[in-house]
Nanobody, 115 residues
Framework: QVQLVEAGGGLVQAGGSLSLSCAASGISFRLNVMGWFRQAPGKQRELVATFTSVGSTNYADSVKGRFTISRDSAKNTVYLQMNSLKPEDTAVYYC?????????WGQGTQVTVSS
């Protein structure tokens, strides 16, 4: 069974940086589709950044130029470097992976940006 374990997150002042990581376990081959979503209180979960099945990246407009997604394919680990953080980036960040059409979610990690 695929498990996604996130690390990182925490509290940071506006303008600061944080880094998240997500490691997948329980599989023996490479995950192509991995990415990050977030959910703020009272809002729907939204895409932050993801690798697609063809290896390209997609970013939400709100994070372009500030966030960078990267990965270590050999380790099935995806990272999210978040710079120039804003209070509106405050949310629970979730890792997501897709394997043979089935989506998996991590447990989520809180990111709080103070003004």
């Amino acid at each position: 069974q695929v498990q996604l374990v996130e690390a990182g997150g925490g509290l940071v002042q506006a303008g600061g940086s944080l880094s998240l990581s997500c490691a997948a376990s329980g599989i023996s081959f490479r995950l192509n589709v991995m990415g990050w979503f977030r959910q703020a209180p009272g809002k729907q979960r939204e895409l932050v950044a993801t690798f697609t099945s063809v290896g390209s990246t997609n970013y939400a407009d709100s994070v372009k130029g500030r966030f960078t997604i990267s990965r270590d394919s050999a380790k099935n680990t995806v990272y999210l470097q978040m710079n120039s953080l804003k209070p509106e980036d405050t949310a629970v960040y979730y890792c997501r992976a897709v394997l043979i059409g089935v989506g998996y979610w991590g447990q989520g990690t809180q990111v709080t940006v103070s003004s």
